[in-house]
């Protein structure tokens, strides 16, 4: 095995056995070569430095010592020629390194300067305020909030609130029916809740509801296949159509505002005799009539009506001794209206620049 050329620049040309320019150039290019292995090596430019160009232990000074000092005249030239190219090249390689080390530092450096990547907080839902103002007004009227299933019975659902199998009233709601299940769906309105509180709770029964529920509905800029409602109930001895009406009234003054005006118009629920839609009067036109009250001066709001008397042979409540009104509606709607948002679409795909504007 040849020797090491770090152990053959601490010998002498002739003690290596080199008389003449060929093997000088080769010996050179021995040295040359191992130094580009270094080079490449990935050490750091200060340790090739000591390595190479120490002044004490550097091997290009070791050979200027060794071999060019004790070179024989003739060889001289040639030697001290080498040498120093050898010198430049190693002078200028690792002076390149470390300028790259440098560099990469720079580009590492932290720049205090900088703004903060600032985190967004999160922001209440518009549909989330409007439940929560509802729960609030409910609440300080002696209401209590109550919950149920999403995923129903056709019993609560349907049955127990007198929609009879196969009735044509039960088309009006788009069910989804959970596939494989038999009897199970996903609740159409928040109304099976009223079967709900009644069965647990003897009547006075003052409840306000809100949550999900799901229709098979196309969606377009007023309906989704998910929405929220809000649904309210009262019964007890001697509640009355007028209760309705002031209840009414009252809420939709809080949460419109004390100007809003509001009507009755005859309509039909199964689970109400008699029944009501309540109307606001256009919160966009003042009632003069736009596209949004389709020129009526007049949005549809809510259903309404007096409980019907066969949900309480459901309950087991004693109609002969109580009765009860219940309304309920879209809180999505609500929200529409209140912040004067055109399309329902907007409050579920989570865009937060609409969202953010609600905080
Ligand atoms: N549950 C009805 C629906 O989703 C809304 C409704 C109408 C609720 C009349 C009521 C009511 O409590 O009395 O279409």
């Known amino acids: 095995m040849s020797e090491a050329i770090s152990e053959k620049v601490k010998r002498s040309l002739q003690d290596l056995g080199i008389g003449d320019e060929a093997a000088v150039t080769a010996l050179l290019g021995e040295?040359?070569?191992?130094?580009?292995r270094d080079l490449a090596s990935g050490q750091d430019a200060e340790t090739l430095r000591i390595h190479?160009?120490?002044?004490?232990?550097?091997?290009?000074?070791?050979?200027?010592?060794?071999?060019?000092?004790?070179?024989?005249?003739?060889?001289?030239?040639?030697?001290g020629k080498l040498i120093n190219e050898l010198r430049k090249h190693a002078e200028e390689s690792i002076d390149a390194l470390k300028n790259?080390?440098?560099?990469?530092?720079?580009?590492?450096?932290?720049?205090?300067?900088?703004?903060?990547?600032?985190?967004?907080?999160?922001?209440?839902?518009?549909?989330?305020?409007?439940?929560?103002?509802?729960?609030?007004?409910?609440?300080?009227?002696?209401?209590?909030v109550e919950t149920g299933p999403?995923?129903?019975?056709?019993?609560?659902?349907?049955?127990?609130?007198?929609?009879?199998?196969?009735?044509p009233a039960r088309d009006t709601q788009d069910t989804l029916f959970l596939a494989g299940s038999g009897n199970y769906l996903l609740r159409t309105h928040t109304s099976p809740v009223q079967i709900r509180t009644m069965e647990k709770q003897k009547?006075?029964?003052?409840?306000?509801?809100?949550?999900?529920?799901y229709r098979r509905d196309a969606p377009d800029a007023s309906h989704s296949f998910m929405f929220h409602q809000m649904e309210c109930f009262a019964v007890?001895?001697?509640?009355?159509?007028?209760?309705?009406?002031?209840?009414?009234?009252?809420?939709?003054?809080r949460f419109f505002g004390p100007h809003v005006k509001t009507r009755f118009r005859p309509s039909f629920f199964p689970f109400t005799e008699p029944?009501?839609?309540?109307?606001?009067?256009?919160?966009?036109?003042?009632?003069?009539?736009?596209?949004?009250?389709?020129?009526?001066?007049?949005?549809?709001?809510?259903?309404?009506g007096m409980i019907d008397p066969a949900l309480y042979g459901f309950v087991g409540?004693?109609?002969?001794?109580?009765?009860?009104?219940?309304?309920?509606?879209?809180?999505?709607?609500?929200?529409?209206?209140?912040?004067?948002?055109?399309?329902?679409?907007?409050?579920?795909?989570?865009?937060?620049?609409?969202?953010r504007q609600f905080r």
Not at 103 to 113: F, K, N, S, W, Y
Not at 275 to 304: F, M, N, Y
């Open 150 to 167: 999403e995923i129903e019975t056709d019993y609560y659902n349907f049955e127990a609130l007198n929609f009879p199998p196969d009735h």
């Open 275 to 304: 029944s009501a839609e309540l109307d606001i009067g256009c919160l966009i036109c003042g009632g003069s009539g736009c596209p949004v009250c389709k020129r009526t001066g007049w949005v549809e709001l809510l259903g309404s």
């Open 100 to 144: 790259a080390a440098t560099q990469e530092l720079a580009g590492e450096r932290v720049d205090v300067t900088l703004p903060g990547i600032r985190r967004e907080i999160g922001a209440h839902h518009p549909v989330q305020w409007v439940m929560q103002e509802i729960e609030e007004i409910f609440r300080s009227m002696g209401y209590s």
């Open 203 to 213: 009547p006075p029964v003052r409840a306000v509801v809100l949550g999900k529920v």
């Open 52 to 79: 190479w160009l120490g002044r004490k232990q550097g091997l290009i000074g070791a050979a200027n010592d060794n071999w060019l000092k004790t070179a024989p005249g003739p060889l001289k030239r040639v030697t």
């Open 317 to 355: 409540y004693d109609p002969e001794k109580v009765s009860g009104f219940a309304f309920g509606c879209g809180a999505d709607r609500l929200a529409l209206m209140k912040y004067g948002i055109n399309d329902i679409q907007l409050l579920w795909q989570g865009d937060k620049r609409f969202l």
């Open 31 to 36: 040295l040359r070569a191992t130094l580009d």
């Open 236 to 253: 007890d001895t001697n509640v009355s159509l007028c209760d309705l009406k002031g209840t009414l009234n009252e809420f939709t003054r």
